[in-house]
């Protein structure tokens, strides 16, 4: 059974947590009034595996609480029921909380939310993925721009134009977003010529993507493995990237669901650039099993490293803070099951963009017949694909960033 930590200064009272927990039956909850009592807590039992605060007044200042957890038990999953929490102080929360649900969420909601991030904590604490993880010798850091940039983003209210000059200030960077938003990827009639263009262009959310994705891409400089084309895997992240989220449009979500979708499709693969980077000996291993034996490559690099490229990208981007959705989507695109979500997300829109993209190329992706079916979303599997084939763009694919 698993443990879960209610820090609540209301429990026991209307507007408390405790009738949340009442029909769980897989979760044991242990209530606590106080930050300093939910801190002792859980110094003195490790078998906490997630904590959720209920913050209803400012005498719990659950951001700094939070921070404290996620210092002194990173692995311990971090929920936040949140209505009153105003926009500015929302963004001191983004960070520390892997979860955001409102204070009037059902038990259900509550309870998916638990299990999804401990999957997600489970995976990313396995141990293979760590032993790789620490072989790699230097894991790069957030890189700062984007820092930048989405503080910008968090800005009440976000300018396309400092945007634009965050990106300009980057000679090498400006260059290749504009060679990607120039690409046939996008088909613009006319020519972008400046990031302030291209950011109103693309929207503020999905620049910020692309900056990511490209700096991850031109951060990792891959060795030339016969096997293995940086510029391949661009495109086809470009690609997966845009199908997921004409995915999400499709099925009428928010627009921040779409851009969510997007990200996590241009990073969904970036594991595999950190691998062939890092470990580019043992990455041609995998490569060559894949020509040898008729297995994926993932099945490959299960078998040389006895994790995958989507894991170490989202042991990675879970280290730099992504939000959960997006470290999610990246970390179960190949085994969507795994991450026990029962509704359409962004790693379904992932998951299924990925295997449209992968159709009629030599490595296959094959979407998860049994996951769709669960979701109830057979029937819209056809939909998305013939959208999906129509926006394909053709074989001129663009150079590496
Ligand atoms: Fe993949
Ligand atoms: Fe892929």
Redesign the pocket.
Known sequence: MRKVLFLDEKYDAIGGTQWLMQSVRRWQPVYVRTAEEALRALDEDESFDAVVVNPQSDAVNGAAFLSEVMRRHPCTVRVVLSDRIGQEELVRWLGPAHRRLSRFCSTPELESALERACALRDLLTNRSLQQTVSQIKSLPSLPAVYAELVEELQAPQPSVRKVGAIIARDVALTAKVLQVVNSAFFGLRRRITSPAEATMFLGLDAIVSLVLAINVFSQFEAQRLPRFSPAALWAHSLQTGLFAKRIVSMERQSDKSAEEAFTAGLL??AG?IVLATTLPEWYEQALALTHKEVVS??EAEQEVFGTT??EVGAYLFGLWGLPDQIVEAVAF??RPLDARADEFCALTAVHVA?AIEHEGRAER?QVDADYLDALRLTERFTVWQRACAKARVGPDQPEEP
């Open positions: 969904h693969d595999k490559l993932a490229h989507a695109h190949h990925n992706a």
